[in-house]
């Protein structure tokens, strides 16, 4: 069974342009979870979705978007790109919702710089 | 910022010694979850405990849970280089967002 695949690996983008980045889960799984991931700030949750439709979402600004497809892949979306937004993002799957209560298959994430 | 902390921030130990980290959390959780990222890649899901558990084994994985003192312990034993990688914990609460520690960056020496 394949994993959890992101596209592109890496990526480097300049101040006030944007990215959109993308995540195929695991076969089946229908819950999708991004992260960021920063050596500050460690891993910090930004949405999940499942069927569709966000579940939940993080403490970052609007900026930050995301959707689901109903194959359950899944693209985020950052505009307005600032230096800070440098980070690695990556995408999670799980079988269903709440994934707080099941173990989470990462893929090995988007390394995004900018410059 | 975190909601969890590891403990220690970095170890380096001798290939063959057991290594032991350590997570501490501040809010109720129903479950605490450890994971494994080599540099520059994924996190690898290791081990879930539930809040009722106290201990649990996977292999050369033991993992225990004080719920009453918000506390796990993650022990390596007979360690091998690659095991080398941060190793992260992770509160799942009500809320279904799970909460993640800073990591411990574990090295092992041949």
């Known amino acids: 069974k394949a994993g959890v695949t992101q596209t592109p690996r890496y990526l480097i983008k300049t101040r006030g342009q944007q990215v959109t980045l993308s995540c195929s889960p695991i076969?089946?799984?229908?819950?999708v979870s991004w992260y960021q991931q920063t050596p500050g700030q460690g891993l910090q949750f930004l949405f999940e979705?499942?069927?569709?439709?966000?579940?939940n979402k993080g403490n970052f600004p609007g900026r930050f978007s995301g959707r689901q497809f109903s194959n359950s892949r899944s693209e985020m979306n950052v505009s307005t790109l600032e230096l800070g937004d440098s980070a690695l993002y990556l995408c999670a799957s799980s079988i269903a919702p709440g994934g707080g209560n099941q173990p989470q298959h990462f893929g090995d994430g988007t390394r995004l710089s900018i410059l | 910022s975190q909601q969890g902390e590891e403990d220690p921030q970095a170890l380096s130990i001798q290939e063959g010694e057991n290594a032991t980290m350590n997570c501490s959390y501040k809010?109720?959780?129903?479950?605490l979850q450890w994971y494994r990222q080599n540099s520059g890649r994924g996190l690898v899901h290791l081990i879930l405990i539930r809040s009722n558990e106290r201990e649990k084994h996977s292999g050369r994985l033991r993992v225990t849970l004080d719920t009453s003192k918000k506390s796990s312990s993650l022990l390596i034993t007979a360690s091998r280089a690659a095991d080398t990688a941060s190793y992260f914990c992770?509160?799942?609460?009500?809320?279904?967002?799970?909460?993640w520690g800073a990591g411990t960056k574990l090295i092992i020496k041949p």
């Open positions: 076969s089946g799984h229908r819950s």
């Open positions: 992770a509160g799942g609460s009500s809320n279904y967002q799970l909460i």
């Open positions: 809010t109720s959780i129903n479950n």
């Open positions: 979705y499942f069927s569709e439709t966000q579940r």
